[in-house]
């Protein structure tokens, strides 16, 4: 059970999370009622913002001394944090704020935009009925699933499985590299821009697509749900750094 939060202000700044963390700290704490929602939501709130950027340490003594609270709802907070890709448990560093760019996105989507439709291309004909059911498997459990940790565990095992049959090795250990990559990024966009923006609807429509052996389409599909994710977090790191309104 999560630590109730105390009625005193939040503490002294400590001075390794960005100075603009007091101010969402005063702002925060009378919307959560438990010390953990308080920490992970504030936190959450100015790492997505960019007020806490990427690199930062968050040293758990200091935070517990900012916010008011005891260092366990501010471990279990960080906890949570990196299941959202938000921070890194770095050896001998411990949390530290994620560096993900709008750069680091766009060379990852270029990569697997070129890899993956040729994936698919060369594995839909051979795609077995025992091979959509659990593509199929893999979409319900997605539909159900609310652990961002799962939830890209199983966003690959759906891909991976369409891509399966195509008897290329190499480019499967590619893609299959990638998509592992990807997976920081995908709980990253959850996290900043909602679920919805999995788009299960894509899911079905490609898992349609291949069950009709339309590889045109297909791969039609496969692409504009790439470029999709692509362009949101293209256009959530613009409006972040204020590059559109």
């Known amino acids: 059970m999560a630590t109730l939060l105390p009625d005193s202000p939040a503490a ?8 603009a963390l007091e101010t969402l700290i005063a702002k925060g704490k009378p919307r959560y009622r438990t010390a953990t929602e308080f920490v992970e939501a504030t936190l959450r709130d100015g790492i997505l913002s960019g007020q806490i950027p990427g690199g930062t340490p968050l040293r758990q003594e200091d935070l517990a001394h900012q916010f008011g609270v005891s260092r366990m709802p501010v471990r279990e907070a960080l906890r949570q944090l990196e299941a959202q890709a938000l921070i890194d448990f770095a050896p001998h560093k411990g949390a530290v704020v994620t560096t993900i760019s709008a750069a680091d996105a766009a060379d990852l989507f270029a990569v697997r935009l070129a890899l993956e439709p040729a994936a698919l291309r060369l594995s839909l004909p051979h795609l077995t009925p025992e091979d959509l059911l659990r593509a199929a498997d ?17 966003n690959r095992q759906f891909h991976m499985t ?6 290329s090795p190499r480019l499967l250990a590619l893609v299959e590299q990638h ?10 966009e959850l996290a900043a821009l909602g679920w919805d923006h999995l788009k299960q609807d894509d899911h079905r429509a490609l898992l349609d697509a291949c069950h009709d052996k339309d590889i045109p389409r297909a791969e039609t599909i496969l692409t504009d749900h790439l470029r999709y994710a692509d362009q949101a977090l293209r256009t959530f790191f613009a409006k972040r750094d204020g590059q559109i309104p």
């Open 12 to 19: 002294m700044t400590a001075g390794t999370a960005a100075p």
């Open 162 to 167: 369409l891509y399966f049959r195509a008897n």
């Open 138 to 154: 893999s979409i319900a459990d997605m539909d159900g699933e609310r652990d961002l940790n799962r939830m890209g565990d199983l």
């Open 179 to 188: 998509m592992a990559v990807f997976d920081r990024y995908l709980r990253f």
